[in-house]
């Protein structure tokens, strides 16, 4: 019987081991899978960053050009007669300050080189057709079709060497094609110019365009890559970094506090959230109105200066509407404050319902609400905005056994025509307002 007893007690241990042990493993495989996610996201953060400093980096290096392109293609494009002479001393005038990047510079009648500065080193390339050169063919023809700048490289050039081309179509009358421009990049300063950057940076890259590599060793690609694209009109890459140091890798100690961190990541979390829902209800609540949930005054100051600074900033004009019920105090106090209560809540609604994304609203007074359009074209375009918050603001309301009519009177302003600042359209559309309340009255 004792070993009875023994065995079921044993069974007893043993379940509730198996129960806890079954809990703390799941435990530790959420937070290790929460950690490693964590680490990769950290990774990616971190590759995120220094792709920012590629972009910048090979703006720098490369877009520089494509400007340099453009100004001289605007050359081309003043006259049909360009001398020799006058197209190199221009491109010289115009590359002597680019250092030691750029190649040369070729420019294409149709399809076929016409001019490759600086002329000496390359004269051997005049009056090639590129559509006879295999290498460079494709890329010509796109230019010349698709009327769409291209980027290539690295290629083998004519002259010899490596390099990589910008090109970009050339068009005089209109949209008549004329030819093509093309900068020829030396190959081993642009890669020499990346591999500077990976060293600064302590990673590896590779750049691929339409599935070929542009510059990196292909064996990254079994690496763990973070991808980005570079897009522009010029070309469009995709951009691979691998970090090269390993504390992005999950830290095998990570296990040993990894339950003390869950007790204490329920701890401080839960505190947290509880404080930080605590203040954001306390906040709410100061900047709404408990009745309607519309903003109220207290918010009205903070919300105006962001609005009229981006109205500034932007140059356009802002548009102010005052809302006053129509004899809302007889409501009160022929109905009671209940129904005046259902009254206004009604017509938070209906204006909510009836304001765009980009307008604001807000409850300033005991019947009086604010709306806000950020942006309006005109006078014009203000007034029809206030027809339909017109027509939202008449209805009819069955509340308690009671059937109350609701009118409203609308006051509107708008920056510059009406005044500069907040306050001048607040009393500007207060003094229209209570004109067309009078009416009504």
């Known amino acids: ?65 494509i400007n340099l392109m453009r100004g001289f293609a605007a050359y081309i494009q003043t006259g049909s007669n360009l001398e020799d002479e006058d197209v190199y001393a221009y491109l010289d005038e115009l590359l002597k300050s680019q250092g030691d990047l750029i190649n040369n510079v070729g420019i294409l009648k149709d399809t076929t080189i016409v001019w490759n500065y600086p002329y000496e080193l390359n004269k051997s390339t005049i009056g090639v057709d590129l559509i006879g050169v295999k290498a460079q063919s494709p890329y010509v023809i796109s230019v010349k079709q698709n009327g769409k700048p291209t980027f290539q490289g690295p290629v083998d050039l004519l002259q010899g060497g490596i390099g990589f081309i910008i090109r970009s179509p050339v068009y005089q009358n209109g949209n008549r094609y004329w030819g093509q421009i093309g900068i020829v990049l030396k190959g081993d300063r642009f890669i020499e110019k990346i591999q500077q950057i990976e060293s600064s940076l302590n990673v590896k890259s590779i750049i691929m365009s339409d599935d070929q590599i542009v510059y990196g060793d292909k064996n990254l690609l079994d690496e763990n890559i973070h991808w980005f694209k570079f897009a522009d009109d010029m070309f469009v890459w995709d951009f691979g970094i691998v970090i090269n ?6 830290y095998l100690n990570v296990y040993l506090f990894i339950i003390i961190g869950f007790f204490m990541f329920i701890a401080i979390t839960s505190a947290s959230f509880i404080m930080l829902k605590s203040n954001d209800i306390i906040k709410h609540e100061s900047m709404h109105d408990q009745l309607t949930g519309l903003r109220n005054r207290n918010s009205l100051d903070e919300t105006m200066q962001q609005l009229f600074a981006a109205a500034k900033r932007n140059d356009h004009k802002v548009g102010v509407l005052l809302l006053d019920l129509n004899k809302f105090k007889e409501i009160n106090d022929t109905f009671g404050h209940t129904v005046g209560d259902s009254v206004l809540r009604e017509t938070a609604l209906r204006l909510n319902e009836a304001a765009r994304k980009d307008e604001v609203l807000f409850r300033v007074g005991g019947d009086e609400f604010l709306l806000v359009v950020p942006f309006v074209e005109s006078n014009d375009v203000l007034k029809t905005i206030k027809k339909r918050f017109q027509s939202v603001l008449s209805y009819k309301l069955d509340v308690n056994g009671y059937s109350v009519i609701v009118t409203s009177s609308i006051g509107c302003a708008i920056s510059g025509d009406d005044g500069d600042n907040f306050d001048e359209l607040f009393l500007k559309a207060d003094r229209r307002m209570y004109e067309e309340k009078n009416k009504v009255i």
Do not use: C
């Open 1 to 65: 019987m004792r070993n009875i007893y023994l065995i079921k007690g044993h069974r007893k241990s043993l379940g509730i081991s198996i129960v806890v042990g079954i809990i703390l493993l799941f435990v530790f495989l959420a937070f290790s899978t929460y950690e490693y996610n964590r680490v990769n996201q950290m990774e990616q953060i971190k590759a995120t960053e220094h792709f920012v400093v590629f972009d910048n980096a090979l703006n720098n290096l490369v877009y520089t050009n």
């Open 245 to 250: 140091n390993s504390d992005t890798l999950p």
